[in-house]
Nanobody, 126 residues
Framework: QAQVVESGGGLVEAGGSLRLSCTASGGTFDGLAMGWFRQAPGKEREGIACITASGETSWYADSVKGRFTISRDNAKRMLYLQMNDLKPDDTAMYYC???????????????????WGQGTQVTVSS
């Protein structure tokens, strides 16, 4: 059964950096596009970054473009999100999941598991 476990979140001051990790088990990780999603309190979950199976192409939501970088290591079955210049608005629970890009929107896919992981909390203080 395909599963993901997110880690690397924490409390950081505005302008700081964090690197999130996602460990994948089961399923076919290296054949799927993967993405990072986040959900702030009282808001809808949004897709913020997506990377192709090969890692050659990535997409970003406008809110994080230029500050966040998604990457993956298929040999280790790992997905990463480097977050720089963090802002209080980045405070949210962050999740990884298989993803698709439709009309510029990063959407979750059920190609690698049908449920969300436990997520990792990122809190940015002003």
């Amino acid at each position: 059964q395909a599963q993901v476990v997110e880690s690397g979140g924490g409390l950081v001051e505005a302008g700081g950096s964090l690197r999130l990790s996602c460990t994948a088990s089961g399923g076919t990780f290296d054949g799927l596009a993967m993405g990072w999603f986040r959900q702030a309190p009282g808001k809808e979950r949004e897709g913020i970054a997506c990377i192709t199976a090969s890692g050659e192409t990535s997409w970003y939501a406008d809110s994080v473009k230029g500050r966040f970088t998604i990457s993956r290591d298929n040999a280790k079955r790992m997905l990463y999100l480097q977050m720089n210049d963090l802002k209080p608005d980045d405070t949210a629970m962050y999740y990884c999941r298989a993803a698709v890009v439709v009309g510029g929107l990063i959407l979750p896919s059920t190609s690698f598991g049908s449920t969300w992981g436990q997520g990792t909390q990122v809190t940015v203080s002003s």
